[in-house]
């Protein structure tokens, strides 16, 4: 067995007995997994404690923050020392100076009804997702130090991970111990560590590269997972790397790791050389490149948020997340060419064209009146960290916004350049001016320029050599809503937009734009409300009010409120009791409402030059 220098290091280090000299201060994780008890796993935390005390903490992810620290059960620090929790997520601790572990294990909690999140933890009999925020404590002031993790597994596991390898490919799992198998890796520091879940088990596993890079694509199934024509499935995936490579030129990252997971459901959590991905194998028997546009979005993050990375974003911080307000750009341009990169691999969409695809984001972008009293800014900084009902009684969404603005920024751009350029050139331009070439091998990325509305302003205009300011200052810093026939028109094309009452399935579809939300704060029922003209809204419901009853039912659920809302037929009157500073009733009588439907046609005088011009945006 031939070991990684880190590695030897780490061995030596493993003998507090015989300490020895030390080339670099390193902090050593250890997390095992025991196959006799799948509801939790143990870790083991090793350094060398200059100070006597110091304190550790879980950090928060600035996204989902599922605040682990809930689950974190019987802290232990040995040489014996004192252990306090000073906050929720932060412990101190004392013991003599010197080489010191800390244990503690993470108790799951109960799994969630219906499908799990792909970025949550979960552990079977078959494997599971360990690792990052929701298992390692980080040592404050030490989160610069490299970190090394060794994985104690049943002997049947695999593993996957975007941490780097501290043992040679060929040796990961060799070594035994106690019917389990050990792997080892290494991160260059806590950041590094947090931002690599790890996924475990038996795994299926691929391999390509693409620009001189490795990728690796990995599929957790269920034991009763239905076979999926693995090739397509692959090749898929490897059709969006090759096209978001030939987009930016080079990658951020050394090596690259896709983790799917059966069971989850099909959402994604974006990290700088890994993602995790829920992709049910029925799913992928069906179309085997029914994950490829959510892992095209994931994957597109990796420049778009973790290099192209937002001015508010901390490298790692137990504490919330601060309001970030470029998401419109982070998420909205993620969308935006995980859209264009699928078209450009030749691999169909639901939406057939993409002038489809425009005509669906006008018509929910005009439906929902949020666009137009919110500001791109606004509604990035409630994206994310904050209880439903952050607008009131509006609800936009910082995806769809920012992919319009986007859009139209795209538009405006070739007109500019006469179709020399495009937003492409802007993401081109941002991503080098994140990432500057670093002089070290171990050039991590981000490092440079971070983002914010100012920052890609400049770059939209040093592309298009135009001023955009007017721009920014109506839909980004303010609340214009967009004159989409404006910027269609510099290509020869105009909306025809047509309001009639929704239908669904042939049949008029019933106003229950109400949904409900139960809030941990106290265990209530709070409704939320998202657009004030709704039946609902008109009746002097609020977001936030406090349910107390329909029809004078008590309702204590979302799932109970969702249950009536579908039984009302339309006509039905509903009394909707809630209590606020006062108890108040509202009427609603449940009818019909409208919604609009957008086509993008040619305008009859458009030019030559025009007609190129959304030829060349694919229209
Ligand atoms: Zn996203």
């Not at 992810?61 to 620290?69: K, L, S, V």
């Not at 572990?101 to 909690?109: D, E, Q």
């Not at 993401?427 to 440079?448: D, I, K, T, W, Y």
């Not at 709070?526 to 009010?545: F, K, T």
Request: charged fraction near 20%.
């Amino acid at each position: 067995m031939v070991m990684k220098p880190l590695f030897a290091l780490m061995l030596a280090l493993g003998t507090p007995e015989h300490p020895r000299p030390v080339v670099k201060e390193l902090v050593q994780y250890t997390l095992r997994v025991d196959s006799t008890d799948l509801s939790g796993w143990t870790i083991e935390l090793r350094f060398q404690n200059k100070s006597g005390t110091f304190r550790l903490a879980m950090a928060a992810h600035p996204e989902y923050d599922d605040r682990y620290w809930r689950y974190v059960r019987d802290v232990a620090v040995e040489p014996s020392g004192t252990v306090t929790r000073l906050d929720s997520a932060v412990w101190q601790l004392s013991a003599p100076q010197g080489w010191v572990t800390v244990r503690y294990r993470v108790a799951l909690p109960p799994p969630e009804p219906g499908l799990r999140a792909s970025w949550r933890p979960f552990l079977t009999a078959t494997g599971g997702l360990v690792g990052g925020p929701h298992a390692f404590m980080y040592l404050l002031g030490g989160e610069q130090m490299p970190v090394a993790v060794i994985l104690e597994l049943p002997r049947s596991w695999d593993v996957a991970t975007g941490l780097r390898d501290a043992f040679r490919d060929t040796d990961q799992g060799r070594l035994q111990r106690a019917n389990q198998r050990i792997w080892g890796y290494a991160a260059v520091d806590a950041a590094s560590l947090m931002d690599s879940p790890i996924l475990v088990g038996r795994l299926r596993q691929w391999r390509f590269v693409e620009a001189g890079v490795p990728h690796r694509v990995v599929y957790w199934p269920l034991p009763n997972a239905a076979p999926f024509d693995t090739t397509r499935f692959v090749s898929g995936i490897q059709a969006i790397v090759h096209q978001t490579l030939a987009l930016f030129g080079t990658a951020p990252y050394r090596d690259y790791t896709f983790m799917f997971e059966d069971g989850a459901y099909g959402g994604g959590l974006e990290h700088r050389n890994s993602v995790t991905l829920g992709a049910s194998s029925t799913d992928l028997a069906r179309d085997p490149n029914s994950g490829v546009q959510e892992a095209a979005h994931e994957f597109f993050h990796t420049w778009n948020l973790l290099a192209i990375k937002p001015i508010e974003y901390r490298d790692i911080d137990y504490r919330t997340q601060p309001p970030v307000s470029s998401l419109w750009f982070s998420e909205g341009l993620t969308m935006y060419y995980a859209d264009l990169l699928l078209r450009r691999a030749g691999i169909p969409l639901r939406d057939s064209t993409r002038t489809a695809h425009l005509e669906r984001l006008i018509g929910s972008y005009l439906f929902n009146p949020a666009y137009a009293r919110f500001s791109a800014e606004s509604i990035s900084q409630v994206a994310y960290n904050v209880q439903p009902g952050e607008l009131g009684d509006y609800s936009g969404s910082t995806h769809l916004q920012g992919e319009l603005i986007g859009t139209m920024l795209d538009f405006i751009i070739r007109n500019s350049t006469k179709g020399l350029r495009s937003m492409d050139d802007v993401m081109r331009l941002l991503f080098n001016q994140a990432s500057p070439r670093s002089p070290s091998p171990e050039g991590r990325g981000g490092q440079g320029v971070r983002t914010n509305g100012r920052v890609i302003e400049q770059a939209v205009e040093s592309v298009c050599g135009c001023d955009v300011t007017p721009f920014f200052d109506a839909h980004v810093r303010h609340a214009a809503a967009i004159d989409f026939d404006r910027y269609l028109g510099l290509m020869g094309m105009t909306t025809r937009v047509t309001w009639a009452p929704a239908a669904y399935n042939g049949e008029t579809e019933r106003d229950l734009r109400v949904w409900g939300f139960e809030s941990e704060r106290d265990s209530t029922l709070r409704l939320v409300i998202n657009n004030p003209a709704s039946a609902w809204g008109r009746a002097g419901l609020h977001s936030r009010d406090r349910l107390v009853g329909l029809n004078c039912a008590p309702v204590r659920t979302w799932a109970e409120l969702r249950a009536k809302l579908q039984a009302f037929r339309l006509g039905d009157t509903v009394h909707v009791q809630v209590q606020r500073a006062a108890r108040f009733e509202a009427t609603v009588v449940v009818a019909g409402f409208e919604r609009p439907t957008v086509r993008i046609e040619r305008l009859p005088n458009a030019t030559v030059a025009q007609r190129r011009l959304a030829e060349a945006a694919i229209f």
